[in-house]
């Protein structure tokens, strides 16, 4: 449960924005323009948004080795997501809630 979690959390990472909802600059990475604009569409806090451009983040077999999709945890990862974009201090809350239940 933890390891889809991980993976989640890196769409929320691209979007460079800290839990308290103030921004912050992601580690240099050679991909990571192409990757934060995947996630551009998504904004923190905002209800009723489509997620679909997370698909074009978990199925990147050159980021993640294989199509998160095709092994079945696609979907998953994608709700974990929904729960971490949910507002400010949503971060800190899923992660008490998803690690409690261990």
């Given amino acids: 449960m933890l390891i889809p979690l ?6 929320r990472y691209l979007k460079g924005i ?14 990571l323009a192409e990757l934060q604009a995947i996630v551009a569409p998504l904004e923190i806090g905002r209800e009723g948004q489509d997620y679909s451009c ?7 077999k050159d980021v993640f080795g294989l199509d998160l999709y095709e ?8 709700g974990m997501v929904k729960e971490l974009y949910a507002g400010v201090g949503a971060v800190r809350r899923v992660l008490h809630d998803y690690v409690s239940k261990r």
């Fill in 71 to 78: 092994a079945g945890l696609g979907e998953r990862i994608e």
């Fill in 54 to 60: 997370l698909r074009q983040l978990y199925s990147r």
């Fill in 6 to 11: 991980t993976l989640a959390g890196y769409a």
């Fill in 18 to 31: 800290q839990d308290d909802g103030t921004p912050f600059e992601p580690s240099p990475d050679p991909m």
